[in-house]
């Protein structure tokens, strides 16, 4: 329960990157101080947060790589989905495939800890 507990953290972690990432492209195309102002305090959650997973990543002998791909994938994969669904961006299939490369990549980390 504990690990599971552990990835969903990080999970959770790579929502808020990928929350701050719309919200600065929001600002950039918008320019409201509103926008600017709940970014920067999601950024300085997010590194927060960050730090947080890494210290208990590494409290449970998982390498720094580990964690960063699970937030970096969860991240790109959120963004990836607000596109495609809220500013109807069209994937290639080398992009569809790179994301599921991605997804592959987060298993076999996972599964390597148990070979």
């Known amino acids: 329960m504990a690990q599971l507990r552990f990835w ?19 600002w950039s195309k918008e320019s409201s101080a509103s926008m600017w102002v709940i970014a920067t305090v999601l950024i300085i959650a997010f590194i927060t947060g960050m730090g947080y ?4 990543g590494a409290a449970r ?4 790589t580990a964690v960063v791909l699970v937030v970096l994938a969860t991240n790109i994969s959120a963004v990836g989905l607000w596109d495609l669904l ?11 495939l790179a994301a599921v490369l991605i997804t592959l990549g987060i298993f076999c980390f996972e599964l390597g800890r148990k070979v």
């Open 53 to 56: 997973s890494m210290r208990i």
């Open 61 to 64: 002998g998982y390498p720094m």
């Open 86 to 96: 809220y500013e109807k961006t069209h994937f290639s299939s080398l992009q569809w």
């Open 8 to 26: 969903l953290v990080i999970s959770v972690e790579g929502l808020v990157g990928a929350l701050v990432d719309i919200l600065i492209y929001k």
